[in-house]
Nanobody, 119 residues
């Protein structure tokens, strides 16, 4: 079992930055792939970025490339999402998620943190 708690959301102006954090408790954090998802009102949840258990490999959705950076610290059981050049369309609830290294689906989810970008 992995418990995930996000923090760092808030209100930011267009072009601003936010850094989201996800703290994980439980066993074997370093054996889990980690990801950030988001869900905007009226839209389906979509993946933002992901990192392998070691953190050596990462994945970004097209809208996140060049603006967002995912990083993890296995010694501190944390994963972060640095978001720069934020736009109104980035407004959403952002979720941290974890999956065991041999799984396809993400089994563990945080409660989400709201990010609002105002123009």
């Amino acid at each position: 079992q992995v418990q995930l708690t996000e923090s760092g959301g808030g209100l930011v102006q267009v072009g601003g930055s936010l850094r989201l954090s996800c703290a994980a408790s439980g066993r074997a954090f370093s054996s889990h792939g980690m990801a950030w998802f988001r869900q905007a009102p009226g839209k389906e949840r979509e993946i933002v970025a992901a990192a392998t258990p070691s953190g050596e490999s990462t994945y970004y959705s097209d809208f996140a490339k060049g603006r967002f950076t995912i990083s993890r610290d296995n010694a501190k059981n944390t994963v972060k999402l640095q978001m720069n050049s934020l736009q109104p369309e980035d407004t959403a609830v952002y979720y941290c998620a974890a999956r065991k290294r041999d799984k396809v689906d993400y089994d563990y989810w945080g409660q989400g943190t709201q990010v609002t970008v105002s123009s």
